[in-house]
Nanobody, 113 residues
Framework: QVQLVESGGGLVQPGGSLRLSCAAS????????MSWYRQAPGKERELVAI????????NYTDSVKGRFTISRDNAKNTMYLQMNALTPEDTGMYYC??????WGQGTQVTVSS
């Protein structure tokens, strides 16, 4: 059974940091490109960051470049998203996605003072 479980979301003040994790099981994690998406209230889901495997090449949407870092640990079947210098515009539900079309249930990130 394929599972993607996100964690690490929460409430943070503007300028703060959070580290999201996505724990994968039920498929060969190391073979697949993984990505983070987010969906703000009233908006469409958007791709935030992507990381390939093998190779670990990364790409980011322009609004998070220089602030977010995507990474993965294939030995632990886990992907991460380090988010720094958070702004209220980063608020939303964050989802991890596996290339075959697997989705997690999401973790909420709220940036507010």
């Amino acid at each position: 059974q394929v599972q993607l479980v996100e964690s690490g979301g929460g409430l943070v003040q503007p300028g703060g940091s959070l580290r999201l994790s996505c724990a994968a099981s039920g498929f060969t994690f190391s073979r697949y490109t993984m990505s983070w998406y987010r969906q703000a209230p009233g908006k469409e889901r958007e791709l935030v960051a992507i990381i390939t495997s093998p190779g670990g090449r990364t790409n980011y949407t322009d609004s998070v470049k220089g602030r977010f870092t995507i990474s993965r640990d294939n030995a632990k079947n886990t992907m991460y998203l380090q988010m720094n210098a958070l702004t209220p515009e980063d608020t939303g539900m964050y989802y991890c996605k596996g290339e075959p079309g697997y989705w997690g249930q999401g973790t909420q990130v709220t940036v507010s003072s």
